[in-house]
Nanobody, 127 residues
Framework: QVQLVESGGGLVQAGGSLRLSCAAS????????MGWFRRAPGKKRDFVAA????????IYADSVKGRFTISRDNVANTVYLQMNSLEPEDTAVYYC????????????????????WGQGTQVTVSS
């Protein structure tokens, strides 16, 4: 069983930055690839970023590439999402998730392949 708790969301002006954290309560955090997803009001859940257990590979949605960075600390059992140059379109509830599935050398981007989810943290970007 994996419990995930996100933090770090809030209200920020366009162009600003936020750093989301996701703390995992699990015996062996390094068994899991980790991902971030988001759901904007009235829209479906979208993939944002993912990282393999060893941090050897990361993958990003085109909409956040070059602005967001995912990282993890397997000692602290935490995954991070550094978000820079935020835009109003980034407004959403952000969720972290854990998976044992990979796509070859890459982490999976498919939400259905993540087994555990956090409760989400709200990010609001004002224009």
């Amino acid at each position: 069983q994996v419990q995930l708790v996100e933090s770090g969301g809030g209200l920020v002006q366009a162009g600003g930055s936020l750093r989301l954290s996701c703390a995992a309560s699990v015996r062996t955090f390094s068994n899991y690839g980790m991902g971030w997803f988001r759901r904007a009001p009235g829209k479906k859940r979208d993939f944002v970023a993912a990282i393999t257990w060893s941090s050897s590979s990361t993958i990003y949605a085109d909409s956040v590439k070059g602005r967001f960075t995912i990282s993890r600390d397997n000692v602290a059992n935490t995954v991070y999402l550094q978000m820079n140059s935020l835009e109003p379109e980034d407004t959403a509830v952000y969720y972290c998730a854990a998976t044992t599935i990979t796509r070859g050398e890459l982490p999976t981007t498919r939400g259905g392949e993540y087994d555990y989810w956090g409760q989400g943290t709200q990010v609001t970007v004002s224009s």
